[in-house]
């Protein structure tokens, strides 16, 4: 992604100053009391996905605060957050705030955005035995998309951009296949929980996946999609809720431990470890980034 697209991104955002968090088995108070004293403090983080070479640097940035990330992996989104809002983890990393902030209204949970890490473009990915750009979608293809309401309003956004379909300009960013008005192409849309898209490519035309889950399934933002989602706020009002973030439970955010890990993530080391590892599949998203 063009560094001129993260400094539009990083203006755009207005960022957590302040992080907190219990860990697991223990209060808040007993955990920086712990990383006080000179011994490890062991925070458990949800995460979904294989993308995570940013958390190995992240640890080694907070060794000498007695810091330690130990990952928790979840296979789907719905349950990162139960987790943290129950207890069975300290924070999760894995979503944007539009979807954080759907979770918290269909489901009540008592959680909070902490700070900015990233944004994971869509894109759409093609199947290379059946298509090679856009223009050859034809009527009867299927795509397939993200099931979960946030996501998938995003992606029938994204085919909308792509000439594909129109949707009704009242249902916003977040449209539902109800609200489509026209198929430009009589395609087939497809709804599937997010992991699981990169595996259904084959029996389809294409599918919108997320840079995560792209690169957890092996493939290339850059040479395996036909059209990109446009992360630049100046014409894409949406950006801002597409950032990725950090969660605590509400009742940990004031807690010094967490602090340091969400300015941990935000600094040119793990900016660096991203754009070397990820092929750019990901924005680096907080305030400052370059």
């Known amino acids: ?57 992240i640890n080694e940035l907070l060794a000498d605060d007695g810091i330690q990330v130990e990952l928790v992996k979840f296979t789907d989104y ?23 902030a759907n979770d918290i209204e269909q489901k009540g949970y008592d959680i909070v955005d902490i700070g900015d890490t990233i944004i994971a473009p869509l894109g759409i990915y093609n199947n290379k035995d059946k298509i090679s750009s856009i ?3 034809k009527d009867g293809d299927v795509i397939a998309i993200p099931s979960d309401l946030t996501n998938g ?4 956004k994204l085919l909308e951009a792509a000439g594909l379909i129109e ?11 109800a609200d489509i008005t026209k198929y430009n192409k009589q395609i087939e849309i497809m709804e599937a929980e997010s992991a699981t898209l990169a595996n259904l490519l084959p029996d389809c035309a294409a599918a919108v996946i997320n840079g995560g889950n792209a690169y957890t399934a092996g ?4 040479t395996d999609t036909i059209f990109v989602e ?15 973030v950090i969660a605590a439970r509400t009742e940990d955010k004031d807690n010094e431990v967490y602090k340091k890990i969400v300015e941990a993530y935000q600094t040119p080391e793990v900016q660096k470890t991203i754009e070397d590892e ?13």
């Not at 957050?81 to 990393?93: K, Q, T, V, W």
């Not at 309003?153 to 029938?156: H, K, N, T, V």
């Not at 493939?219 to 850059?222: A, E, G, W």
């Not at 014409?235 to 990725?244: H, I, M, P, R």
Request: with cysteine; aromatic share 6%.
């Open 230 to 244: 446009d992360v630049n706020p100046e014409t894409n009002a949406a950006v801002s809720d597409l950032v990725n």
């Open 135 to 137: 223009e050859d979608i």
């Open 1 to 57: 992604m063009k560094k001129n697209a993260k400094k539009w991104i990083a203006a755009a955002l207005a960022t957590a100053a302040t992080v907190s968090l219990t860990a697991c088995g223990g209060s808040a108070d007993t955990q920086e009391a712990t990383a006080d004293s000179g011994e490890t403090t062991v925070v458990k983080v949800g995460v979904v996905g294989e993308y995570n070479a940013q958390w190995d640097t």
């Open 153 to 156: 309003g995003r992606a029938l």
């Open 278 to 290: 990820y092929q750019g599949a990901f924005v680096c998203a907080w305030e400052g980034a370059e």
């Open 167 to 177: 949707c009704d300009p009242a249902k916003g960013v977040v449209p539902t296949k």
């Open 219 to 222: 493939l290339n933002p850059v």
């Open 78 to 100: 719905a349950a990162p957050n139960r987790a943290l809002n129950d207890g069975e983890i300290d924070l999760n990393a894995f979503q944007h705030k539009a979807f954080l």
